[in-house]
């Protein structure tokens, strides 16, 4: 009789531990969001371009494509500050734009196609003799994700990348349908997955011994 009530009693705390487990792999599914993609599309300084001849346009025209693959959580994004540098190595600056802030809804793809002045002397400079240039853009900016009806803290996103273009001063036409995403060095942070393999693989185990 004492045993079929200790049996009873691990049973039933084993089952609480199971349904415990899920409830919390179902929430961690259903509040984790991913940051957007951010992807440099369009990039063209006419300074650059051998066809114009136009050594005085200090114009460099870029498109900024944000894609938010959530389905279900909304972003709201702070100003989104890019800096443009004359190579790789950040040595020298070309110029800065801010994009003003705004909510990005769910799944939803967004494009802001803006112009800026940049130091001209140093972009001729990068220009190799096939005419071809690398130029580095970063991108800072903060997130709030909105699920549901409440909206999370707001978190830091830093990306960067490296952009080529031709002797026409834009993007070559092998890269112009990806574009160049715009990427973080920091790793990714794989902690809450690993946590809820290690959980997922446990429960598993509990099953099989009380079938």
């Given at each position: 009789?004492?045993?079929?009530?200790?049996?009873?009693?691990?049973?039933?705390?084993?089952?609480?531990?199971?349904?415990?487990?899920?409830?919390?792999?179902?929430?961690?599914?259903?509040?984790?969001?991913?940051?957007?993609?951010?992807?440099?599309?369009?990039?063209?300084?006419?300074?650059l371009d051998k066809t114009l001849n136009d050594s005085k346009n200090s114009s460099l025209i870029f498109e900024l494509k944000l894609?938010?693959?959530?389905?279900?959580?909304?972003?709201?994004?702070?100003?989104?500050?890019?800096?443009?540098?004359?190579?790789?190595?950040?040595?020298?600056?070309?110029?800065?734009?801010?994009?003003?802030?705004?909510?990005?809804?769910?799944?939803?793809?967004?494009?802001?196609?803006?112009?800026?002045?940049?130091?001209?002397?140093?972009?001729?400079?990068?220009?190799?003799?096939?005419?071809?240039?690398?130029?580095?853009?970063?991108?800072?900016?903060?997130?709030?994700?909105?699920?549901?009806?409440?909206?999370?803290?707001?978190?830091?996103?830093?990306?960067?990348?490296?952009?080529?273009?031709?002797?026409?001063?834009?993007?070559?036409?092998?890269?112009?349908?990806?574009?160049?995403?715009?990427?973080?060095?920091?790793?990714?942070?794989?902690?809450?997955?690993?946590?809820?393999?290690?959980?997922?693989?446990?429960?598993?185990?509990?099953?099989?011994?009380?079938?």
């Amino acid at each position: 009789m004492a045993d079929r009530e200790s049996g009873g009693c691990c049973r039933c705390c084993f089952s609480f531990i199971i349904t415990l487990g899920l409830t919390s792999l179902f929430m961690w599914l259903s509040l984790r969001a991913d940051n957007p993609k951010c992807t440099i599309k369009h990039f063209y300084l006419p300074v650059l371009d051998k066809t114009l001849n136009d050594s005085k346009n200090s114009s460099l025209i870029f498109e900024l494509k944000l894609d938010n693959g959530n389905k279900d959580k909304g972003i709201y994004y702070d100003p989104i500050n890019l800096t443009f540098y004359d190579n790789p190595n950040r040595s020298r600056l070309l110029g800065n734009f801010t994009i003003p802030g705004f909510r990005q809804g769910q799944n939803k793809k967004a494009k802001r196609i803006e112009t800026l002045q940049v130091n001209t002397s140093l972009a001729t400079a990068r220009v190799s003799p096939n005419g071809s240039a690398v130029f580095r853009v970063d991108m800072a900016t903060k997130l709030r994700f909105r699920i549901m009806f409440w909206k999370t803290k707001r978190h830091n996103l830093i990306l960067s990348t490296s952009v080529e273009v031709d002797e026409h001063g834009a993007i070559p036409q092998r890269y112009q349908k990806k574009g160049f995403r715009l990427k973080s060095a920091a790793p990714e942070h794989g902690g809450g997955c690993a946590l809820m393999g290690l959980l997922v693989g446990f429960m598993v185990l509990v099953l099989l011994n009380f079938r």
